[in-house]
């Protein structure tokens, strides 16, 4: 009863944003329904860089940031591929693959995926250590209204969600700039240092809404 009562009242201060600093989301258990959706400050971008921690045990594929839009729900999403053992960023639609990933359960791991549509490159960083840079999607913006998702797979805009595709563990300090960060502030954000937060999706002022079993709980420090 106490917990119900608690997910209500999560789901009841939606709008105001919040300062989750030090915080973390738990996603506790596996359903095709319980996640966050973050409100983006902005809505178009030509340029983006995404970071984020997570902690999971899992053995299948799980999303870890799902952006779409009303053209495409694949937009600007990150997602393990288990058969394959790769991390793929899918951005406008388009996937591509990086593998060799040391991709160990039950650690925190930094990950930062960086895209321009100039260029059309994205590279990713895994705890601090750079991906090459490959050719993803060139030439468009990714425009229109986004929704932004922690915890599922969008397979169409705001739903489409499968649990062999949710996440499930911890998840913390999510930010989303409208650039892409330079190697120094990559390194910064991976060292939780003082870095510019997100101007898209800030961790520290963060507007968000939980649908069912999520909570806010503060991130455990290993005590030595
Ligand atoms: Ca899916």
Redesign the pocket.
Known sequence: MKFVLLLAMLTACAAAPQDLSGKMFTFPQQTATSHVRLTASKQNFGAATVCHRSFTDLKRDH?LFSLSTTSSSNDFLIIWEEANKEMEPHIKNVKTEYKGWDYKGNMWHSICTTWDSESGLVQMWFDAQPTIRKFISAGSTIAGSTIIILGQ???SHGG???MK?SFIGMMSDVHMWDHTLSPCEIQKYVDGLNFTPGNVLNWSSLEFQITGRVLIEDKQKICY
């Open positions: 999303a797979e969008q397979d489409g969600f499968d595709q």
